[in-house]
């Protein structure tokens, strides 16, 4: 991975050395409730597969979906299918939520194992993807600006509209921009797009053994102008042992940012495919090479890696001996092939290489049948997807040494199962299951240059949650007993970081290292207070610090002291909270009895 290491580095003009504590504030937070009158839809695991990445992304999942663009509303979805508005107008009058919009019967029909996820990438459009591999683009109207909440959602598309195939996936992120059309299009206006983040998982064998992987998906659609349809447009891939922890993208929709607790890597299909596609630029042989191939046609060789070299084993015909081979390498170009006893050579393998490489260093060998070649790397530590551009005649063996494996597989828990063992959730985890730290990194792809360009190691900061800051998702890491809200952006003459810290909320990494059961966590849009929710009753909110007329001081040193208040809300229901969104003066809580309404207001001082 040829990117940018870079250090996250706070603003100290954010950071406040005068704090001193929290102090509970008596004061009670008005507290509303509603009752839904549905039943909630929820996803439980399969019997069969209760694999690390599915059990913590599906118990920490949250229910209740916000909207960035309207603080008063949010949204769940019934066992129905239906997608229910909550809109608080005045909180003392809170009407029942109103359904907005039904998913086909595929939802019904068919068996889930991912629950429904709703995405705004504006104002005017909705993304829904129903947890069985279709999604929606919907029309919603302006929902900043409609008061009366009677407009109809329609549907703009609808169908297997993103990743490569129709495996249900959650949505992660979901942004709108416009670009300028491309010449070839003919029309002159902006290209309308909307980039879209998914995440599934991909179980795949490997030595008798289960592994399963997050794999992030990055698609585009696009369209011309509001008359014409909304089409598919290209498509990344980009795989990791763990579910990221944040995901977003740039205003421009060339950037997409990734934190993750393990290594993210951009998936070796999609390289292969924009190799073929440069190769066709080049010399225009390449796709016929490809569609001219068999479909299982038997390989003519095999071939592995490591961090430091290639090897490639390739079968001798009959008869042939060492002196039957013809063999050539340069720095960008391997010829093999065999000569017969007329003279004439079959050649396996001709063409251009992945990437230049130390040939110098480079070497071949026979041992019995078989005709080994050892390809030095010239870039260690790089990934092949493929040894010859074009070729797809060799079968890539895994080497067993570079192998993930995954924290619990299906072969595993069976035998756990049969020893009486019965996991339910995450409660079967502890600290020590997760992976470690060390390779916690917030990663930057730019698709101009398809590749990650920038990166930054936060194995000592431990991720808190992620928010929305004036209309950007970011994400909260903890820094000492603070925690520090990032904002991620393409990178300027002014800044150089991908990353920027835009806001703090004092001491909140000490206090939720002290709590053991928060589920939730949240902040409002303007960094005024932070949210810490449990899994039950229970609601924790941190004041930011708030000029009073008489700051406090330190008797010995005389400075002035910052003292911020807390407040608990204790909600009159024992049921497990599902959902938690946090607004600029609202909070809601989600149960499967009922939505309660939290009026956030500054404590008295």
């Given at each position: 991975?040829?990117?940018?290491?870079?250090?996250?580095?706070?603003?100290?003009?954010?950071?406040?050395?005068?704090?001193?504590?929290?102090?509970?504030?008596?004061?009670?937070?008005?507290?509303?409730?509603?009752?839904?009158?549905?039943?909630?839809?929820?996803?439980?695991?399969?019997?069969?597969?209760?694999?690390?990445?599915?059990?913590?992304?599906?118990?920490?999942?949250?229910?209740?979906?916000?909207?960035?663009?309207?603080?008063?509303?949010?949204?769940?979805?019934?066992?129905?299918?239906?997608?229910?508005?909550?809109?608080?107008?005045?909180?003392?009058?809170?009407?029942?939520?109103?359904?907005?919009?039904?998913?086909?019967?595929?939802?019904?029909?068919?068996?889930?194992?991912?629950?429904?996820?709703?995405?705004?990438?504006?104002?005017?459009?909705?993304?829904?993807?129903?947890?069985?591999?279709?999604?929606?683009?919907?029309?919603?109207?302006?929902?900043?600006?409609?008061?009366?909440?009677?407009?109809?959602?329609?549907?703009?598309?609808?169908?297997?509209?993103?990743?490569?195939?129709?495996?249900?996936?959650?949505?992660?992120?979901?942004?709108?921009?416009?670009?300028?059309?491309?010449?070839?299009?003919?029309?002159?206006?902006?290209?309308?797009?909307?980039?879209?983040?998914?995440?599934?998982?991909?179980?795949?064998?490997?030595?008798?053994?289960?592994?399963?992987?997050?794999?992030?998906?990055?698609?585009?659609?696009?369209?011309?102008?509001?008359?014409?349809?909304?089409?598919?447009?290209?498509?990344?891939?980009?795989?990791?042992?763990?579910?990221?922890?944040?995901?977003?993208?740039?205003?421009?929709?060339?950037?997409?940012?990734?934190?993750?607790?393990?290594?993210?890597?951009?998936?070796?299909?999609?390289?292969?495919?924009?190799?073929?596609?440069?190769?066709?630029?080049?010399?225009?042989?390449?796709?016929?090479?490809?569609?001219?191939?068999?479909?299982?046609?038997?390989?003519?060789?095999?071939?592995?890696?490591?961090?430091?070299?290639?090897?490639?084993?390739?079968?001798?015909?009959?008869?042939?001996?060492?002196?039957?081979?013809?063999?050539?390498?340069?720095?960008?170009?391997?010829?093999?092939?065999?000569?017969?006893?007329?003279?004439?050579?079959?050649?396996?393998?001709?063409?251009?290489?992945?990437?230049?490489?130390?040939?110098?260093?480079?070497?071949?060998?026979?041992?019995?049948?078989?005709?080994?070649?050892t390809i030095s790397k010239e870039l260690e530590g790089q990934n092949w997807p493929i040894v010859i551009l074009g070729d797809t005649s060799g079968q890539m063996i895994p080497n067993n040494a570079d192998q993930d494996v995954d924290m619990e597989t299906k072969d595993e828990m069976a035998d756990l199962e049969a020893r009486g063992f019965q996991p339910t959730g995450l409660d079967h985890y502890e600290d020590c299951d997760d992976l470690p730290d060390a390779d916690s990194m917030l990663y930057m792809f730019d698709a101009t240059e398809n590749k990650f360009t920038y990166e930054a190691g936060i194995a000592s900061n431990q991720w808190l949650f992620n928010c929305y800051y004036n209309h950007k998702l970011c994400t909260v890491l903890r820094h000492d007993i603070d925690a520090l809200v990032w904002e991620s952006d393409t990178p300027s003459e002014s800044c150089s970081s991908p990353w920027?810290?835009?806001?703090?909320?004092?001491?909140?990494?000490?206090?939720?290292?002290?709590?053991?059961?928060?589920?939730?966590?949240?902040?409002?849009?303007?960094?005024?207070?932070?949210?810490?929710?449990?899994?039950?009753?229970?609601?924790?909110?941190?004041?930011?610090?708030?000029?009073?007329?008489?700051?406090?001081?330190?008797?010995?040193?005389?400075?002035?002291?910052?003292?911020?208040?807390?407040?608990?809300?204790?909600?009159?229901?024992?049921?497990?909270?599902?959902?938690?969104?946090?607004?600029?003066?609202?909070?809601?809580?989600?149960?499967?009895?009922?939505?309660?309404?939290?009026?956030?207001?500054?404590?008295?001082?």
């Amino acid at each position: 991975m040829d990117a940018k290491n870079i250090n996250l580095r706070p603003d100290w003009n954010l950071l406040d050395s005068t704090f001193e504590s929290y102090k509970l504030s008596l004061q009670q937070l008005p507290v509303y409730h509603v009752n839904p009158d549905c039943e909630l839809d929820t996803v439980t695991l399969a019997n069969d597969d209760f694999s690390y990445n599915r059990t913590k992304v599906l118990s920490l999942h949250n229910y209740l979906f916000g909207d960035p663009w309207n603080e008063k509303e949010c949204y769940f979805v019934d066992k129905a299918g239906h997608i229910k508005r909550l809109s608080v107008i005045v909180e003392a009058s809170i009407g029942q939520p109103r359904s907005v919009f039904q998913l086909g019967s595929h939802f019904l029909q068919t068996e889930r194992h991912m629950p429904v996820t709703i995405s705004f990438p504006s104002a005017n459009l909705c993304l829904i993807s129903d947890g069985a591999g279709l999604v929606y683009l919907l029309d919603t109207g302006n929902r900043q600006t409609d008061t009366t909440q009677k407009t109809k959602w329609t549907i703009l598309l609808s169908g297997n509209i993103v990743g490569e195939n129709s495996e249900p996936s959650v949505l992660l992120c979901s942004r709108q921009h416009f670009e300028d059309a491309e010449p070839e299009s003919g029309d002159h206006g902006k290209k309308d797009v909307i980039d879209i983040l998914t995440l599934r998982f991909q179980d795949e064998k490997k030595d008798d053994a289960v592994i399963s992987q997050a794999v992030v998906e990055w698609t585009w659609l696009f369209r011309y102008d509001e008359k014409s349809k909304f089409e598919i447009g290209e498509h990344r891939m980009f795989k990791g042992k763990q579910a990221p922890f944040y995901a977003t993208l740039g205003e421009s929709g060339k950037e997409l940012f990734i934190g993750s607790h393990s290594p993210m890597k951009y998936a070796t299909d999609w390289e292969q495919q924009v190799l073929s596609e440069e190769m066709e630029i080049e010399n225009g042989e390449a796709a016929d090479k490809m569609d001219s191939a068999p479909e299982n046609s038997e390989s003519l060789y095999k071939w592995t890696q490591t961090d430091e070299d290639v090897t490639v084993m390739i079968p001798m015909p009959e008869g042939a001996d060492k002196t039957s081979v013809v063999y050539g390498l340069s720095k960008s170009k391997l010829t093999v092939g065999f000569k017969d006893a007329t003279g004439k050579i079959s050649y396996v393998l001709d063409g251009k290489l992945f990437v230049e490489v130390d040939h110098e260093s480079s070497n071949w060998s026979v041992e019995g049948q078989t005709l080994t070649v050892t390809i030095s790397k010239e870039l260690e530590g790089q990934n092949w997807p493929i040894v010859i551009l074009g070729d797809t005649s060799g079968q890539m063996i895994p080497n067993n040494a570079d192998q993930d494996v995954d924290m619990e597989t299906k072969d595993e828990m069976a035998d756990l199962e049969a020893r009486g063992f019965q996991p339910t959730g995450l409660d079967h985890y502890e600290d020590c299951d997760d992976l470690p730290d060390a390779d916690s990194m917030l990663y930057m792809f730019d698709a101009t240059e398809n590749k990650f360009t920038y990166e930054a190691g936060i194995a000592s900061n431990q991720w808190l949650f992620n928010c929305y800051y004036n209309h950007k998702l970011c994400t909260v890491l903890r820094h000492d007993i603070d925690a520090l809200v990032w904002e991620s952006d393409t990178p300027s003459e002014s800044c150089s970081s991908p990353w920027k810290h835009v806001a703090t909320f004092n001491a909140l990494g000490y206090v939720r290292a002290s709590k053991e059961d928060v589920k939730y966590s949240g902040c409002s849009p303007n960094a005024s207070y932070s949210a810490l929710c449990e899994s039950s009753s229970r609601v924790f909110v941190y004041h930011s610090p708030t000029t009073t007329a008489a700051p406090l001081k330190n008797r010995k040193t005389g400075k002035s002291m910052h003292v911020s208040k807390q407040q608990v809300v204790s909600l009159p229901s024992n049921e497990p909270i599902l959902g938690f969104h946090a607004s600029s003066e609202l909070m809601f809580v989600l149960t499967g009895a009922k939505i309660f309404i939290i009026k956030v207001t500054a404590p008295d001082t």
